[in-house]
């Protein structure tokens, strides 16, 4: 089974940077797609980033495109959200999923097959 966990968020000034981290534990993910979505309470999950099995493509929401930037380790059992410039327009909930069509770094949601438990992000102004 794969089980994701989340690390990295917490609490940065506008202008700030953060890089959140998403590992797997139990089954291995590096043939896998991951993504970065977001989620304010009472808003729907919001896709951010997304990056294919190799790291060879990716996809950004434009909202992020130019701050954040996806990677995955070097082994790609892991993945990271570079976060900069950061915005209080950024404060969520931020969960990493896990993709086993490893070939799409996919926007959707629901495509995704496996997801953690989320990291709060705050961005003060």
């Known amino acids: 089974q794969v089980l994701l966990e989340e690390s990295g968020g917490g609490l940065v000034q506008a202008g700030g940077s953060l890089r959140l981290s998403c590992a797997s534990t139990g089954y291995s993910v590096h043939m896998y797609g991951m993504g970065w979505f977001r989620q304010v309470l009472g808003k729907e999950r919001e896709f951010a980033a997304a990056?294919?099995?190799?790291?060879?493509?990716?996809n950004y929401a434009d909202s992020v495109k130019g701050r954040f930037a996806i990677s995955r380790g070097y082994v790609k059992n892991t993945a990271y959200l570079q976060m900069n410039s950061l915005k209080p327009e950024d404060t969520a909930v931020y969960y990493c999923?896990?993709?086993?069509?490893?070939?799409?770094?996919?926007?959707?949601?629901?495509?995704?097959?496996?997801w953690g438990q989320g990291t709060q992000v705050t961005v003060s102004s």
């Open positions: 990056i294919n099995w190799s790291g060879s493509s990716t």
């Open positions: 999923a896990a993709d086993r069509q490893g070939e799409r770094p996919t926007v959707v949601a629901g495509w995704y097959d496996y």
